[in-house]
């Protein structure tokens, strides 16, 4: 009875030596440690300029999730664009699986962007079960100098702010406001973790399915290239966004065939105007429930996969020229 007693008080002390709480006030401090379940870090209220990219690296569970947050829920903002990394890390052996992360409070305003914000992955070490949650990105800018050699080759830069890699990840309770440059604000990217077949299309031979969520999100104002850069190309076409600028996009046409079963519900939507298909299905199996959009000049697009299934979406047109409902392209829908 002793020993059995003694073998628990040892297993408790380890688990709460393994839960450790660290409190920093430089972002670039989060790449200094590899994190252990129920790790939490805090990041110390206040304003940073900071343009370098922040590194979360770790290993949580179920139960013990490792935690990113502020110190108040908007308490921290970010004034230079910096970029954030969430994944697993590996050289030979893994040091960290990249499951069970959560980002938590924090508000990027303004700033320059960059390609890609916040992407799920470090290099081919992929999150897992992973969220983004109460968090807000609003008004990244574009690099003068960017923006200028862009329009010069007849380009629009483009920016992605937020990248799904791996599987189960989640994006809730977010805003994403005021966005200005061309770019997915929301993409679910399956050329990278879940191959299919080389032999056979119809097969995706990575994973059973990918399982993102993006739930209970507010979008507002995607403005269009072609009102905020009126200028003509060479041919005199406008300049044009469209075809890569969706609000979120699930897969691509070269992977439209991976079991994606992702679920994108309870988001609204207000003047999200990016290009005509404000969300896009390029994948198999997804669900799109209970979304409103308000003004917004374009439609829900099953473009690619199959077996999706939308119900409970709310078009709210209000005299908008433009606006859409929902457009079926491919097949074996619902």
Same mark, same amino acid.
């Given at each position: 009875?002793?020993?059995?007693?003694?073998? =628990?008080?040892?297993?408790?002390?380890?688990?709460?030596?393994?839960?450790?709480?660290?409190?920093?006030?430089?972002?670039?401090?989060?790449?200094?440690?590899?994190?252990?379940?129920?790790?939490?870090?805090?990041?110390?209220?206040?304003?940073?300029?900071?343009?370098?990219?922040?590194?979360?690296?770790?290993?949580?569970?179920?139960?013990?999730?490792?935690?990113?947050?502020?110190?108040?829920?908007?308490?921290?903002? =970010?004034?230079?664009?910096?970029?954030?990394?969430?994944?697993?890390?590996?050289?030979?052996?893994?040091?960290?699986?990249?499951?069970?992360?959560?980002?938590?409070?924090?508000?990027?305003?303004?700033?320059?962007?960059?390609?890609?914000?916040?992407? =799920?992955?470090?290099?081919? *070490?992929?999150?897992?079960?992973?969220?983004?949650?109460?968090?807000?990105?609003?008004?990244?800018?574009?690099?003068?100098?960017?923006?200028? *050699?862009?329009?010069?080759?007849?380009?629009?830069?483009?920016?992605?702010?937020?990248?799904?890699?791996?599987?189960?990840?989640?994006?809730?309770?977010?805003?994403?406001?005021?966005?200005?440059?061309?770019?997915?604000?929301?993409?679910?990217?399956?050329?990278?973790?879940? =191959?299919?077949?080389?032999?056979? *299309?119809?097969?995706?031979?990575?994973?059973?399915?990918?399982?993102?969520?993006?739930?209970?999100?507010?979008?507002?104002?995607?403005?269009?290239?072609?009102?905020?850069?009126?200028?003509?190309?060479?041919?005199?076409?406008?300049?044009?966004?469209?075809?890569?600028?969706?609000?979120?996009?699930?897969?691509?046409?070269?992977?439209?065939?991976?079991?994606?079963?992702?679920?994108?519900?309870?988001?609204?939507?207000?003047?999200?105007?990016?290009?005509?298909?404000?969300?896009?299905?390029?994948?198999?199996?997804?669900?799109?429930?209970?979304?409103?959009?308000?003004?917004?000049?374009?439609?829900?697009?099953?473009?690619?996969?199959?077996?999706?299934?939308?119900?409970?979406?709310?078009?709210?047109?209000?005299?908008? *020229?433009?606006?859409?409902?929902?457009?079926?392209?491919?097949?074996?829908?619902?």
């Amino acid at each position: 009875m002793k020993k059995t007693t003694l073998f =628990f008080l040892l297993l408790i002390s380890a688990n709460l030596i393994a839960q450790t709480t660290y409190n920093i006030d430089d972002p670039e401090d989060l790449r200094n440690v590899i994190y252990q379940p129920g790790d939490v870090i805090i990041l110390k209220n206040g304003t940073y300029n900071t343009d370098e990219r922040m590194i979360f690296l770790g290993s949580g569970t179920a139960e013990n999730p490792v935690t990113f947050r502020a110190e108040t829920p908007g308490g921290v903002i =970010f004034t230079g664009g910096p970029r954030l990394t969430i994944g697993g890390e590996s050289d030979g052996d893994v040091t960290a699986t990249g499951e069970y992360l959560v980002v938590d409070g924090f508000h990027w305003k303004g700033g320059y962007g960059a390609s890609t914000i916040i992407e =799920f992955r470090n290099g081919q *070490d992929y999150a897992h079960h992973s969220t983004i949650q109460n968090c807000v990105i609003d008004g990244l800018g574009i690099k003068p100098s960017e923006l200028a *050699d862009d329009l010069a080759n007849e380009q629009i830069p483009k920016h992605k702010w937020v990248v799904l890699y791996g599987t189960y990840n989640t994006v809730i309770n977010c805003s994403f406001l005021n966005k200005v440059s061309a770019g997915v604000i929301i993409l679910g990217e399956y050329a990278y973790n879940a =191959f299919p077949d080389e032999d056979d *299309d119809n097969n995706n031979t990575s994973c059973l399915e990918v399982g993102h969520k993006v739930m209970n999100n507010y979008f507002y104002n995607y403005a269009k290239i072609t009102e905020l850069y009126p200028g003509k190309k060479a041919n005199g076409d406008p300049y044009s966004n469209s075809g890569d600028s969706e609000t979120i996009r699930m897969g691509t046409s070269s992977y439209q065939m991976v079991n994606s079963n992702a679920t994108v519900s309870n988001n609204y939507f207000v003047q999200a105007d990016g290009e005509n298909e404000i969300i896009t299905n390029k994948s198999k199996g997804n669900t799109y429930t209970n979304n409103t959009f308000r003004r917004c000049r374009g439609s829900l697009v099953l473009r690619h996969g199959s077996y999706a299934t939308v119900d409970g979406n709310y078009f709210l047109g209000e005299d908008v *020229d433009g606006t859409g409902g929902i457009r079926i392209v491919d097949s074996k829908m619902e």
